[in-house]
């Protein structure tokens, strides 16, 4: 069974960092794998912030770039997402999610996601 367990949110205020993992077990993150990070506001849109691919590219939306780096851990079959310089708008649930599957989420097609752990960011 795929599990995707997402962790390292929390409340912070504007200016902190945050370092989100996500915890990959039942198939390994290498060769064409990609991840995507998501972050659903409080008002319900959900949008892609950042991709990590298993070859180590990345993507950023530019609402996060120069703020967040994503990374991953391939002997820890681990992604991660570094968030420095938060902001409020950065709040939200954010998830980590298989990329290129069959299930509808966030506007996209994936095919596992985790849980989500939430970020709070206050003035």
């Known amino acids: 069974e795929v599990q995707l367990v997402e962790s390292g949110g929390g409340s912070v205020q504007t200016g902190a960092s945050l370092r989100l993992s996500c915890e990959i077990s039942?198939?390994?993150?290498?060769?064409?794998?990609?991840m995507g990070w998501y972050r659903q506001a409080p008002g319900g849109v959900c949008e892609l912030v950042s991709t990590?691919?298993?070859?180590?590219?990345?993507w950023y939306d530019d609402s996060v770039k120069g703020r967040f780096t994503a990374s991953r851990d391939k002997a820890k079959n681990t992604v991660y997402l570094q968030m420095n310089s938060l902001r409020p708008e950065d709040t939200g649930v954010y998830y980590c999610?298989?990329?290129?599957?069959?299930?509808?989420?966030?506007?996209?097609?994936?095919?596992?996601r985790g849980q989500g752990t939430q970020v709070i960011v206050s003035p």
């Open positions: 990590v691919a298993a070859l180590a590219y990345t």
């Open positions: 039942g198939f390994k993150f290498d060769g064409d794998s990609e």
């Open positions: 999610a298989t990329r290129r599957g069959t299930r509808r989420f966030c506007g996209e097609y994936v095919e596992h």
